[in-house]
């Protein structure tokens, strides 16, 4: 197995979550020619994870959803572009299953955080909240700080002459921004390349992390 894709795969099976969700699924039709992409994943993990034979990854890899060109194996590429495809599949072909509570367990508890906004008028006093889901969060270290656990906790700022959308009062709001997380393990990928939207080339990332 290649390295970048055995390193995101070492991740998922670390994953206790997504390890109970995809042993919930029915095995039975793994090996089939017909076989989901979610089958063929957990097939992958049981072999890792239980020592049965040697793990075949290669349905896993040449069926990935890549935006753009598409994952070679003998090519260097990045862990987090292999990430975001491999959640991707996972995602898809979860949805074709009908079983919620397989979902719930895969999908909710194991691979989908969100950022939480809050925000209260100072005029008026009305509240709100939204929310933003995602699979992974990105960092930049680099503009940040580089202090990971500071950059998870809560954020506020003010923002001036802000119209009210429940009463139109004009006035500054406290907005606040926290980030929930889908479990207690944080796994940091680091970014070795850059994708060049006018070459359509990957370029290797060469700032330096510490």
């Not at 194996?73 to 009908?98: K, R």
């Not at 955080?113 to 992974?136: A, L, P, W, Y």
């Not at 004009?170 to 680091?190: K, M």
């Amino acid at each position: 197995m290649t390295c970048f894709f055995n390193a995101v795969i070492q991740l998922m099976c670390a994953c206790s979550n997504l390890v109970e969700g995809l042993l919930q699924l029915d095995s039975s039709n793994a090996s089939c020619a017909n076989a989901t992409f979610l089958e063929h994943f957990q097939k992958l993990v049981v072999d890792i994870l239980f020592g049965n034979g040697f793990p075949d990854h290669t349905h896993v890899f040449q069926n990935l959803n890549v935006w753009g060109s598409r994952l070679e194996i003998g090519v260097q590429h990045d862990a987090e572009e292999a990430l975001s495809a491999l959640l991707d599949s996972v995602v898809e072909s979860e949805q074709s299953q009908t079983d919620g509570e397989i979902k719930e367990a895969m999908l909710s508890k194991s691979l989908s955080g969100r950022s939480v906004f809050r925000s209260k008028h100072s005029v008026c006093g009305h509240e709100s909240e939204s929310t933003d889901s995602f699979n992974i969060l990105k960092i930049c270290l680099a503009k940040e700080g580089g202090d990971i656990v500071s950059l998870l906790k809560h954020k506020s700022e003010t923002i001036s002459d802000y119209k009210c959308q429940k009463c139109g009062a004009i006035g500054d709001i406290c907005r606040t921004e926290s980030t929930e997380l889908p479990s207690n393990l944080l796994f940091v990928q680091i970014k070795r390349f850059e994708f060049d939207m006018r070459t359509g080339m990957r370029i290797k990332v060469c700032m330096a992390v510490c």
